[in-house]
């Protein structure tokens, strides 16, 4: 089966005029993006890319994202998306395991550039700009030098090519990357257009980063395929959000909870803009009723659905007519997808028993990148083990119960305890830290860490939370720093975080 590269060509020759990105003052038809990921895609191929390599994009949303993941896509690179919400040297382990050789940057990023080139180096370096005090190439120079025709191949481009590399952090602290093929991204935008019924005439607006396979999958790329218009906000604002649901006539839009709960509490917030979307989802992290019945109240439905990086990642989206019948549900599992609950045992629980949920399909992972031991841990008899505990009733229903492991997430962010507390564990003062996540009306969960000083030593809170700005992303750095003279453990040696979380909480 052909990859995704296509999708534009044929969107140009279906309707050559239809808007295909709005990003700011820039309107791009499906002729005019086509056109310039063709000059893309052949700047990239003189600079000596070629299929299977890696092209690393650090960038706010924006209208270049898109030309650079389609570009990807007709050349078969491999793109790998970086969260500029990480610092340098995080960025650096990701860029050094993938192998990436090629970097395009936002210039807004360039101190963070700066810094990871100060740690990796690049063959090639591009800046979505027309100057940087690094030595790049500007984006749009390169554009102008090249052919707007489709660029030439030596072999296809086929769906089974990877395509992304998606990097979640690991429970050991190291992260993994997730290599999502073409053909995976394909099934999420069949799966998506089944349960949500896209059309061309819907407007899809991107606020979630591009960074994340929720600001690609949850809906750029999906609204691309059906021919539909992409809407970007290049970071979040709740008002200038509000306001591009009224200009922009949003159709469609899916965000993280704790964005819905800024725009209700905005003074900017207006229903009457909202109501007139007739899609409006939450994702990422669980939604919380108290949320659904708010928005309810004004007339608006709050759809929740449940993905990860995964899945490309929709794995169950919750249907309008049922969002408030079935709250607290993650919905029914998508249309080309298989789900079961297994026990310890392997074998699938009955309906409305707890267990662990397992995935199957043509939207799941190829596998985790050079991860041969977590893949062996992943995946069993072809089907995938998410680590999250669940259970489905007997209408089909998905409910996520509790993570298997001991990952949270904070404001749409996973955070995996062991990294941040290997980052304390580094203070000559610790003896002992455990990090958990507890309830947040604002983030959903934030950290907080319990830590345990050694004989003879003295330790504050500030000083814990001082040493990690250096060495985590904002969002991973607990809220809150408990002190106790000893961790408590089980027989085994092991921490009783439930016993932590029962504590403080």
Not at 167 to 178: D, L, N, Q, R, S
Not at 238 to 263: D, G, N
Not at 302 to 309: A, C, D, K, P, T
Not at 473 to 492: D, G, H, Q, S, W
Request: aromatic letters at 8%; proline letters at 5%.
């Amino acid at each position: 089966m052909r990859g995704i590269g296509f999708w534009l060509n044929k969107r140009e020759e279906i309707a050559p005029e239809k808007e295909a990105v709005v990003d700011g003052s820039r309107r791009l038809s499906y002729r005019q993006l086509n056109r310039r990921v063709n000059r893309l895609a052949r700047a990239l191929q003189a600079q000596g890319l070629t299929q299977g390599d890696r092209l690393a994009l650090l960038s706010y949303n924006s209208l270049e994202c898109i030309e650079v993941i389609m570009a990807s896509a007709k050349l078969g690179l491999i793109l790998v998306p970086l969260n500029w919400r990480l610092t340098a040297g995080e960025l650096s382990f990701q860029l050094g395991d993938s192998g990436a050789k090629s970097l395009i940057f936002d210039p807004e990023l360039e101190e963070l550039a700066q810094g990871i080139l100060g740690e990796v180096s690049f063959d090639h370096l591009l800046v979505l700009g027309l100057e940087s005090r690094l030595e790049a190439q500007p984006y749009e120079l390169l554009l102008a030098e090249q052919s707007e025709e489709e660029p030439v191949m030596d072999q296809p481009v086929t769906s089974e090519a990877p395509f992304i590399i998606m990097y979640t952090a690991g429970t050991t602290g190291k992260p993994k990357g997730a290599v999502l093929t073409q053909g995976n991204c394909l099934y999420n935008a069949l799966n998506l257009q089944v349960d949500l019924e896209f059309t061309s005439s819907d407007r899809n607006l991107v606020a979630l980063p591009m960074f994340h396979i929720g600001g690609i999958g949850l809906f750029t790329l999906p609204m691309l395929y059906v021919g539909g218009t992409v809407v970007i906000q290049r970071s979040f604002d709740p008002a200038q959000m509000i306001r591009l649901f009224e200009e922009e006539k949003i159709t469609v839009c899916l965000v993280v909870p704790a964005i819905w709960l800024f725009l209700i509490q905005s003074p900017a917030f207006d229903p009457a803009l909202l109501s007139r979307a007739r899609i409006l989802m939450s994702g990422g992290a669980p939604l919380p009723v108290s949320l659904v019945e708010q928005y309810h109240q004004h007339g608006i439905v709050l759809q929740q659905g449940y993905g990860m990086s995964e899945s490309a990642p929709s794995v169950s989206t919750l249907p309008k007519s049922w969002a408030l019948n079935k709250k607290g549900s993650a919905g029914r599992i998508m249309f080309h997808l298989q789900a079961r609950v297994a026990g310890e045992d392997g074998r699938e629980m009955p309906r409305g028993q707890v267990g662990e949920l397992l995935l199957k399909g043509p939207n799941v992972m190829q596998g985790y990148w050079n991860r041969p031991e977590a893949n062996q841990e992943a995946f069993s008899d072809g089907w995938f083990h998410t680590g999250d505990l669940a259970r489905i009733d007997e209408q089909g229903f998905l409910y996520i119960v509790d993570r298997k492991k001991d990952m949270f997430i904070s404001g749409g962010e996973n955070v995996y305890p062991a990294e941040v507390e290997n980052a304390i564990f580094a203070m000559e003062q610790v003896a002992e830290a455990a990090v958990i996540g507890l309830p947040d009306p604002k983030w959903g969960e934030v950290g907080c860490a319990v830590v345990a000083v050694k004989e003879g030593q003295s330790l504050g809170a500030e000083e814990v939370l001082e040493h990690l700005k250096t060495r985590l992303a904002k969002y991973k750095i607990p809220k809150t720093v408990e002190f106790i003279e000893a961790l408590p453990r089980n027989a085994a040696g092991k921490v009783l975080k439930r016993n932590l979380r029962e504590q403080y909480s």
